[in-house]
């Protein structure tokens, strides 16, 4: 499948922002079940720019209007080929997951920071199903399924500040708090676990051609040998109509656009997200 997407994020000041610095990650990455075709970063007013790869080898552009702005306008405009092969079936065992070679190399992703820690209860099944389970790759499934079934996506009702403990306690929120809960989860037994930023084609059957209203989505990998992805929030493994953009130990680490400006008191924002599938 080959989909072009169109990531527009605008601002509108209340006054003159004299200035403003940011950092974008908006472009996918080429890599396992995906390759990026053609990828634009564009910004108005026209600013200086500066591209690297951060520590997780995500693509950053960093940027800085130096010029009074009564609004700025970031889109993102990118290609991608995806081709993703079925899961295949786990491999590492408990005891392999213990070896220093695996708990020294990912220890960034086996923290438990405020934002992924998993309250109590929810540390407690985690626990019953690795207990219960032949292999790590084997609990993670069953880790998502439970955070699936007893999580609500509801819109609106958490942040991006919002730590998992606050979304399971409503047991509501988005796909970034599902996300949250997983890797809190999956951590909490020993399981190196990574955030996942990207976009989801809504569509299960999408159409050649057609420009549908997308969104920038969230999900998981863990290690077992290899990265292995799910989506909790859809129960599902991702397929061709999900793309890559940045990885992470959280969303902090992966957050599609972030910055801070001088001079207007207030601002305002808006996102959208367009997808289209080309071939």
């Known amino acids: 499948m080959e989909l072009r997407i169109v990531h527009t994020t605008g601002f509108e000041y209340d006054g003159l922002a004299l200035a403003s610095y940011n950092q974008a990650r908006m472009t996918p990455q080429t890599g396992p079940g995906q390759i990026v075709v053609h990828t634009r970063l564009g910004v108005s007013p026209t600013p ?3 591209d690297y790869k951060d520590y997780f080898g995500n693509d950053v552009t960093s940027f800085e209007v130096l010029d009074p702005h009564e609004s700025m306008t970031v889109t993102a405009v990118s290609t991608v ?7 295949t079936l786990p491999s590492l065992s408990w005891e392999d997951l213990k070896a220093p070679e695996v708990t020294d190399r990912f220890t960034e992703y086996l923290a438990l920071p405020q934002l992924v820690a998993p309250p109590t209860d929810l540390a407690e099944r985690v626990r019953d199903i690795a207990a219960s389970t032949s292999s790590p790759g084997e609990a993670a499934r069953e880790v998502c399924s439970l955070v699936h079934a ?3 996506y509801n819109p609106g009702t958490t942040d991006v ?3 998992a403990v606050e979304a399971w306690a409503q047991r509501g929120g988005v796909c970034q708090d599902i996300a949250h809960l997983v890797l809190g989860g999956l951590r909490s ?3 190196p676990a990574r955030y996942v930023s990207g ?3 809504p ?3 999408a159409r050649v051609g057609e420009t549908v209203q997308g969104e920038s989505h969230a999900w998981v990998e863990w290690w077992d040998d290899g990265w292995h992805g799910f989506d909790p929030t859809n129960d599902l493994e991702p397929g061709d109509r999900w793309v890559v953009v940045a990885t992470g130990r959280d969303y902090l680490d992966v957050r599609p656009l972030h910055g801070i400006y001088s001079g207007a008191q207030t601002s305002s924002m808006f996102v959208k997200v367009e997808v ?3 071939a």
């Open 150 to 152: 007893e999580v609500e």
């Open 48 to 50: 200086w720019t500066y």
């Open 203 to 205: 569509l299960a059957e």
């Open 161 to 163: 500040a919002t730590p």
């Open 81 to 87: 080929h995806t081709d993703r092969a079925p899961a």
């Open 276 to 278: 289209t599938r080309i």
């Open 189 to 191: 037994v020993g399981i």
């Open 199 to 201: 976009y989801l084609h």
